[in-house]
């Protein structure tokens, strides 16, 4: 069976029950060096967009992602559900400028 991985790190399923940590980790391309490497070889700010997205039921459905262009995943996601839009965003786009700090480094 071939793995599908979703956004939701507790929707991965390889035929087998996957370690969650393990998958989140798989996930966070972000923290891989030879990823961090060509990210900033090719850095543009204008490449990298916040999304919040409505991903759970209430009371806290919303969570925000970040998507860098040419990329079908986020390369990061929040960990935590938020009550409203407004503040997966608020929160999102201090995600997204820490992101770029490093990046632009």
């Given at each position: 069976m ?9 929707d991965v ?8 940590a393990?998958?989140a980790?798989g996930?966070a391309f ?5 990823h961090n490497?060509a990210?900033?070889r ?10 919040a997205?409505l991903?759970a039921?209430?009371?806290?459905p ?9 990329k079908?995943?986020?390369i990061?996601?929040?960990?935590t559900y ?9 929160a ?5 400028t820490?992101?770029l ?5």
């Amino acid at each position: 069976m071939p793995c599908v991985y979703s956004l939701e790190v507790e929707d991965v399923h390889c035929g087998h029950r996957d370690n969650i940590a393990a998958a989140a980790i798989g996930l966070a391309f972000f923290h891989h060096p030879a990823h961090n490497a060509a990210m900033r070889r090719d850095f543009d700010s204008d490449d990298y967009a916040l999304v919040a997205k409505l991903r759970a039921g209430p009371p806290t459905p919303w969570k925000w992602e970040i998507y860098c262009a040419g990329k079908r995943l986020p390369i990061e996601q929040s960990t935590t559900y938020f009550e409203s839009r407004g503040a997966a965003q608020a929160a999102g786009k201090k995600a997204l400028t820490e992101l770029l700090a490093r990046l632009s480094v």
